[in-house]
């Protein structure tokens, strides 16, 4: 192979090489291709566009990772927005509880019995708990709640219970009697 001196376009200086389109000088053609290495990296490709960790998945380029994209997400999946939105009520340990707070992100609940009762009333006193007469957790009807100290709904909730449930046993009966006395209408 025929040598060719040519003049590095870097650096202007002269160099032999063996091709004749040669452009760089030896020690100008090692800076060269780092600098392009550098341009071509496909780990800044990887990296977070929020914080700037390099572990996003390699298919997708100006990405988030897992954290920032559930936290980026979430902002748009709010309240009724949320696919898995319940109408903002809740059933736990058999009572329901109704979101009270409005704030995103912030999931406030109060149980439901109580603020049927401080509607009606107003403040549930402190030291008082709401109970329900006929002992349905779920059945928050106004008629079927009353306030309590504390301790007496704990110590003694049978004989401050007796004229309830008596009015709601004779109610039932007498609504029994009522479902009786109706013509039948199956045929």
Not at 81 to 104: A, Q
Not at 149 to 159: A, M
């Amino acid at each position: 192979m025929a040598k060719v001196t040519c003049t590095c376009v870097r650096c202007t200086t002269s160099f032999v090489s063996t091709r004749s389109d040669a452009k760089y000088c030896p020690s100008c053609k090692r800076i060269v291709r780092r600098e392009d290495g550098k341009r071509h990296d496909t780990s800044a490709k990887n990296q977070c566009i929020d914080c700037k960790k390099f572990n996003v998945s390699r298919h997708y380029k100006n990405s988030r990772c897992r954290q920032c994209d559930n936290r980026f997400k979430s902002q748009f999946h709010t309240g009724i927005d949320n696919p898995n939105w319940k109408g903002g009520r809740v059933l736990m340990r058999g009572y329901t509880y109704v979101r009270t707070s409005t704030k995103p992100g912030v999931a406030g609940y109060t149980s439901e019995h109580h603020l049927v009762w401080e509607i009606a009333n107003g403040p549930l006193p402190k030291g008082m708990v709401v109970h329900h007469l006929n002992g349905n957790k779920a059945d928050n009807r106004l008629e079927n709640l009353l306030a309590l100290s504390r301790g007496h709904h704990h110590s003694h909730p049978r004989e401050t219970l007796v004229p309830y449930e008596q009015r709601i046993y004779q109610l039932e009966s007498q609504l029994a009697n009522t479902v009786d006395s109706l013509p039948d209408i199956s045929n």
